[in-house]
């Protein structure tokens, strides 16, 4: 199976600020079907990106997604106060489906 | 509005066995892949099964593969994960999700709250 790495485990940022986070994979995810997920305490995981850089509906445009390969990111432009939670990312190209182990973004 | 509700979350003991249920309604489900998805108390998400619209086409995680069965009920637009031979790692919150309509191969969209499933002698 794909064994997902994602870094840093968490990222201190301030609201305004730049975030970017990592996801690393052991082996190339076919056709970049990579997602990325926003999950808040207590709440369902909400999908963000799919297929490594297609924003799903209602995702604002200051989250983007880019790479192929092994190596792929999720950037937040500009973070937002509702921005602050924690990211995962997922591989759906191979089965079995695999997930990171999360990126907290917390404020700083 | 997409809804998916799960139901059948319990203590059970170790080698004991629960059935989950998800509901769903919002969209025509027949016509949808679905997924369960756990969560163990502070842990990040472990994919478990998919099967897909006509329910004749299942995958499972390696940690589930022979002790879970996904199943669906097109008529009662309902997804089913039976779970026998349980185990203390097992111990996790689990949701089920719709798969995203987009062509080919397609990640989660929608995901319900979960059910809390708890394996402790």
Not at chain 1, 38 to 46: C, I, L, T
Not at chain 1, 80 to 102: I, K, L, M, N, W
């Amino acid at each position: 199976e794909i064994v997902l790495t994602q870094s840093p485990g968490t990222l201190s940022l301030s609201p305004g600020e730049r975030a970017t986070l990592s996801c690393r994979a052991s082996q190339s995810v076919s056709g970049r079907h990579l997602a990325w997920y926003q999950q808040k305490p207590g709440q369902a995981p909400r999908l963000l990106i799919y297929g490594a850089s297609s924003r799903a509906t209602g995702i604002p445009d200051r989250f983007s997604g880019s790479g192929s390969g092994t190596d792929f990111t999720l950037t937040i432009s500009r973070l937002e106060p509702e921005d602050f939670a924690v990211y995962h990312c997922q591989q759906y190209g191979s089965p079995p489906r695999t997930f990171g182990q999360g990126t907290k973004v917390e404020i700083k | 509005e997409v809804q998916l509700l799960e139901a059948g979350g319990d203590l059970a003991q170790p080698g004991g066995s629960l059935r989950l249920s998800c509901a769903a309604s919002g969209f025509t489900f027949g016509t949808y892949a679905m997924s369960w998805v756990r969560q163990a108390p502070g842990k990040g998400l472990e994919w478990v099964s998919i099967t897909n619209s006509g329910g004749d086409r299942t995958y499972y995680a390696d940690s589930v593969k022979g002790r879970f069965t996904i199943s669906r009920d097109n008529s009662k637009n309902t997804l089913y994960l039976q779970m026998n031979s349980l185990r203390a790692e097992d111990t996790a919150l689990y949701s089920c999700a719709r798969v995203q309509d987009c062509g080919g191969a397609c990640p989660e969209d929608y995901w319900g709250r979960g059910t809390p499933v708890t394996v402790s002698s």
